[in-house]
């Protein structure tokens, strides 16, 4: 799986790693049951530091994506059915997107759009892997 | 409009004051025209830094929710038809959750009825107001 990590961006690094590895999950490339990189692995060859790595595997341990395991390190987890805590957080998160969303002046129907637009980019896998 | 800040939550301040300044302009509670507390007063009357309500009005004139003008301060500006750069930047505030959505085993349909819920929700007027 490539990882790219934009310095620049106003995303801090810890959560491009996050998010990549969760799209990479979505995608099917990062399977269940897989093993993460080591976080001094991860962090050489992304050139970051291994407490960012930490913290991204953290997070994913938080969110339930992964399992941190004393010899082997993070292994992804299979993606039960969502329980009301999980549903709450997703609610939590997709909520001031959409009230933003709808300030800076689209429709419900254009958010509805998006929404199947980016589930269907996030479920396909690219055509050139 | 009631703003209620929660030190305790993993949110930092300056976005929880951003996003519930966005969800009363949703709610028709903050209307397209209106000035904004001065950072000062708003400050004092959360009991927060001025710095922090600073970087949220900062963050509600990058997203072009309100304009700051010298006098009069943070003004709410309408929400224009969307344009290019916005749509990309609500894809890319939507793509995340909806990866980790599907990483924890939400199905589509899930996710667009907590979509549909969501918006009903956000512009619904409380009954009790």
Known sequence: MFIMIEPTSSVPIYEQLTRQIIEGIVKGEIKVGDTLPSVRAMAADLGVNMHTVNKSYKALAEKGVV???AKSGAVVCAGDVLNEQQI???????????????????????????LQQLLRELTTKEAML
């Open 67 to 69: 399992t941190i395991k």
């Open 88 to 114: 709450l957080y997703l609610q939590q998160a997709l909520k001031p997107v959409l009230a933003e969303g709808i300030v800076l002046g689209a429709t419900e129907q254009q958010l509805e759009n998006m």
